[in-house]
T-cell receptor, first 108, second 113 residues
Framework: RKEVEQDPGPFNVPEGATVAFNCTYS??????FFWYRQDCRKEPKLLMS???SGNEDGRFTAQLNRASQYISLLIRDSKLSDSATYLC?????????FGSGTRLLVRP | NAGVTQTPKFRVLKTGQSMTLLCAQD?????MYWYRQDPGMGLRLIHY???????AKGEVPDGYNVSRLKKQNFLLGLESAAPSQTSVYFC????????????FGSGTRLTVV
């Protein structure tokens, strides 16, 4: 079993839709949690951190469920510009382990 | 503000050749990392460093060596390149070992023929 797992997608949604991604992790000692966005042929860029109390940034909401060992990302009112691959990253022992990414395609 | 700079951006090697990838950061970060990214495999950690003069193995270290002689630089070496090392290589740095996420370089696309 991989340490960090994501549904690869693609998720193909119309503009304005709400879409949610999950990411499961196996190390219960994990201490930090993040969502990254990666555009085609570009480096990953930090989208948001994920806290136990949840984290919201505009149309994006991230949540952590330690008991079930997963994090989630909710995107509301999807825009064409949200089309990208979304990577989750789980941290422990001074390093991050990344999921393989979920591809999102937002169509007009 | 340059952040994390990787050189070269592209390279084609023949099997058996050697090369060094350079990562430089100007943020005074203690922690630096080398990842490779392959289709469907996500980012896999090759080696990392928790400070000047230190290195440690990640998930896929075989065939690579690293050095961190200066705090701002982290070098990744391929002594004898193999086609299986064809990949996109990303360097990243962090102030606190990942507690606040990483800053990535723009990547090096390496093809081994």
């Amino acid at each position: 079993r991989k340490e960090v797992e994501q549904d690869p997608g693609p998720f193909n949604v119309p503009e304005g839709a709400t879409v949610a991604f999950n990411c499961t992790y196996s190390n219960s000692a994990s201490q930090s949690f993040f969502w990254y966005r990666q555009d085609c042929r570009k480096e990953p860029k930090l989208l948001m951190s994920v806290y136990s109390s949840g984290n919201e940034d505009g149309r994006f909401t991230a949540q952590l469920n330690r008991a079930s060992q997963y994090i989630s990302l909710l995107i509301r009112d999807s825009k064409l510009s949200d089309s990208a691959t979304y990577l989750c990253a789980i941290g422990s022992s001074y390093k991050l382990i990344f999921g393989s990414g979920t591809r999102l395609l937002v169509r007009p | 503000n340059a952040g994390v700079t990787q050189t070269p951006k592209f390279r084609v090697l023949k099997t058996g050749q050697s090369m060094t990838l350079l990562c430089a950061q100007d943020m005074n970060h203690e922690y630096m990392y080398w990842y490779r990214q392959d289709p469907g495999m996500g980012l896999r950690l090759i080696h990392y460093s928790v400070g000047e003069g230190t290195t440690a193995k990640g998930e896929v270290p075989d065939g690579y060596n690293v050095s961190r002689l200066k705090k701002q630089n982290f070098l990744l070496g391929l002594e004898s390149a193999a086609p299986s090392q064809t990949s996109v290589y990303f360097c990243a740095s962090s102030y606190s070992g990942g507690d606040y996420g990483y800053t990535f370089g723009s990547g090096t696309r390496l093809t081994v023929v």
